[in-house]
């Protein structure tokens, strides 16, 4: 079992920049592979980022260049540093694990609501 908890989430006008952590209560680096997820309102929940845990990452098409996820092990979180932020961005973001046993994610946050004023 992984408990992940978000926090960072607020209210920010286009163009500023937020930091969203997720504490694992395991070990960040022993979890194969750690992502952001949001769901906007009235949409489908969309894939953000992705850290694997030899370091590879991937993000989708519309964040790349702008966010950036990283491990912090030492601290068992993961960040995901926001900049250049567009009202699209708004969502609740959710953090999750995969443990790396059945190839999709086991584990989720509650999520933390990120808006993005224009």
């Known amino acids: 079992q992984v408990q992940l908890v978000e926090s960072g989430g607020g209210l920010v006008q286009a163009g500023g920049s937020l930091t969203l952590s997720c504490a694992a209560s395991r070990r960040t680096s022993s979890i194969y592979r750690m992502g952001w997820f949001r769901q906007a309102p009235g949409k489908e929940r969309e894939f953000v980022a992705a850290?694997?845990?030899?370091?590879?990452?991937f993000y989708s098409d519309s964040v790349k260049g702008r966010f950036t996820i990283s491990r912090d092990n030492a601290k068992n979180t993961v960040l995901l540093q926001m900049n250049s932020l567009k009202p699209e961005d708004t969502a609740v973001y959710y953090c999750a694990a995969d443990a790396g046993l059945q190839g999709n994610y086991d584990y989720w946050g509650q999520g933390t609501q990120v808006t993005v004023s224009s």
């Open positions: 850290i694997w845990s030899g370091e590879t990452i």
